[in-house]
């Protein structure tokens, strides 16, 4: 079985997602920024995550352009 990179981003997407998440959170509590002032980095870090699942090479795709 074969695992291409725009797989292994797609299985990594909730897990960074929720390490950015906490570490707002984290850097919330200790008082340096609000939560409702870092939140759109959230959105930031998932579009990130979706460019580099579509520039990824997919490997399930056939070489040739035939129709």
């Not at 897990?15 to 930031?44: K, S």
Request: aromatic share 10%; proline share 7%; no cysteine.
């Amino acid at each position: 079985m074969r695992v291409n990179s725009g797989d292994l981003i797609r299985a990594a997407r909730g897990p960074l997602l929720l390490i950015v998440l906490g570490l707002l959170f984290v850097a919330e509590y200790w008082g340096q920024l609000p939560f409702y002032r870092t939140w759109p980095a959230l959105l930031i870090v998932y579009g990130l995550l979706l460019l580099l699942e579509h520039l990824a090479p997919d490997s399930h795709k056939p070489a040739g352009g035939s129709l």
